[in-house]
């Protein structure tokens, strides 16, 4: 079975500092790894993906992610973070054998002070 | 926006009632999936259908039922509704199955039921 660890319900950081929001994963075989973003009163909105290749994706609003397969983690990054990003934050992952569904995590949080 | 719409917006209803939420697809999307998010259990996946037929059922209750249409416009019908049903109900949609290299779900900007 696959499933996704998000170990913070919230994260707070200062505006202009770096963020991290983290994400471990388990799967039986190699991982698709996606992070999404909802904003109040929103759907989710796909921000980046890993399927495979170099383990740093960028992706939208200046995120990125590094994936780090021994420690079986995908931890999502900003070097500067906005008062805008303040949304909740979601891992997901897929087992990329055969068919699986996407399994998501429970939300992070993120709350930037100005 | 996503290019996913959900209808209604908000539905308000009472215990014991059946309603029908209505979702289409970002065009040349052949998948569709919904989602139940409460604050006390997250984000749960309840059912995907592909090209009309369903391809993988999740935490779905069996009062709930979905269908995809020809025209692949997704209807999730939730009957003999309890308090517990009220929640945020989410439409993905997504252009395979899910056996491709990682297919990227968009979101619709969801249906709030409350049950009274």
């Known amino acids: 079975a696959q499933s996704v660890a998000q170990p913070e319900d919230q994260v707070n950081v200062a505006e202009g500092n770096p963020l991290t929001v983290k994400c471990t994963y388990s799967?039986?075989?190699?991982?698709?790894l996606f992070w999404y973003v909802q904003y109040p009163n929103r759907g989710l909105q796909f921000l980046l993906k890993?399927?495979?290749?170099?383990?740093l994706v960028k992706g939208s609003y200046g995120f990125e992610a590094e994936f780090n397969k021994s420690q079986t983690s995908f931890h999502l990054k900003k070097p500067s973070a906005l008062v805008s990003d303040s949304a909740l934050y979601f891992c997901?992952?897929?087992?990329?054998?055969?068919?699986?569904?996407?399994?998501f995590g429970i939300g992070t949080k993120l709350q930037v002070i100005p | 926006d996503s290019g996913v719409t959900q209808t209604p917006k908000h539905l308000i209803t009472a215990t014991g009632q059946r309603v029908t939420l209505r979702c289409s697809p970002r065009?040349?999307?052949?998948?569709v999936y919904w989602y139940q998010q409460s604050l006390d259990q997250g984000l749960q996946f309840l059912i995907q259908?592909?090209?009309?037929?369903e391809r993988a059922k999740g935490n779905i209750l069996e009062r709930f039922s979905a269908q995809q249409f020809p025209d692949l416009h997704s209807e999730l019908n939730l009957s003999s509704l309890e308090l517990g049903d009220s929640a945020l109900y989410f439409c993905?949609?997504?252009?395979?199955w899910g056996s491709g290299t990682g297919e990227t779900q968009y979101f619709g900007p969801g249906t709030r039921l409350l049950v009274l």
């Open positions: 993905a949609s997504s252009q395979d």
């Open positions: 799967v039986s075989g190699n991982p698709y």
């Open positions: 890993y399927i495979t290749g170099d383990n």
């Open positions: 997901a992952v897929r087992d990329s054998g055969g068919y699986q569904k996407v399994t």
């Open positions: 065009s040349g999307d052949l998948s």
């Open positions: 259908y592909y090209n009309g037929e």
